[in-house]
């Protein structure tokens, strides 16, 4: 079966730099949730969308923002990168907002240095 | 973690044994699903129980959920090498918000040897 695509798989920026992470969702599935993971932490909720529009925010910086396409797939685009950004990046779908489970892309492993 | 704390934190069993994770939560949920990861890879999904469900199981998962003590409890029976990993509950619930997002327990990590 399908399952959520991201890409790159891995990414090493500098300081001040910017990224752009995509996800592509399981097909049929209109809803993408964005979550980052510390070394050693539990992964964070950051921001989700529903049929194209925004549809909760968690503890997301102000110098990241996100989107979902026509297609479904969204960008999580990251300026200014502090070393703290260095994370796995997590991307998960679910076909509607109801008691669905969350699939979870393989990750994107940022690096800044 | 915002939401959940889960022991141990840390386990080592025999290849053969059973393995019990407990997960304990501060709000009321919807929902509570168990995911695992391997070292520094992504989350595969395990099982969900929702919240009007006492026990689930799927395969050698079993997964209980207590509402009144805001607790769920994952068993593995009959544990292999390839269970070594972390396992996460996560829940969902109305944390506002129109979708579903996640809040993640602190994780337990699972070492079983050959």
């Known amino acids: 079966a399908a399952g959520v695509i991201q890409s790159p798989r891995h990414l090493i920026k500098e300081k001040r730099e910017t990224a752009t992470l995509k996800c592509y969702p399981i097909?049929?599935?209109?809803?993408v949730y964005w979550y980052q993971q510390g070394p050693g932490q539990d992964p964070q909720f950051l921001i989700s969308?529903?049929?194209?529009?925004?549809?909760d925010k968690g503890s997301i910086p102000d110098r990241f923002s996100a989107q979902q396409f026509s297609d479904y797939h969204s960008e999580l685009n990251m300026s200014s990168l502090e070393l703290g950004d260095s994370a796995l990046y997590f991307c998960?779908?679910?076909?509607?907002?109801?008691?669905?489970?969350?699939?979870f892309g393989p990750g994107t492993r940022l690096t800044v240095t | 973690s915002q939401q959940g704390e889960e022991d141990p934190q840390a386990l080592s069993i025999q290849e053969g044994e059973n393995a019990t994770m407990n997960c304990s939560y501060k709000?009321?949920?919807?929902?509570l699903q168990w995911y695992r990861q391997n070292s520094g890879r992504g989350l595969v999904h395990l099982i969900l129980i929702r919240s009007n469900e006492r026990e689930k199981h799927s395969g050698r998962l079993r997964v209980t959920l207590d509402t009144s003590k805001k607790s769920s409890s994952l068993l593995i029976t009959a544990s292999r090498a390839a269970d070594t990993a972390s396992y996460f509950c996560a829940t969902d619930g109305d944390y506002g918000g129109a979708t579903n997002k996640l809040i993640f327990g602190t994780g337990t990590l699972l070492a079983v040897q050959p």
């Open positions: 998960a779908s679910s076909l509607g907002t109801g008691t669905y489970e969350q699939y």
């Open positions: 097909p049929r599935h209109d809803t």
């Open positions: 969308f529903y049929e194209k529009m925004q549809s």
């Open positions: 709000t009321s949920i919807n929902n």
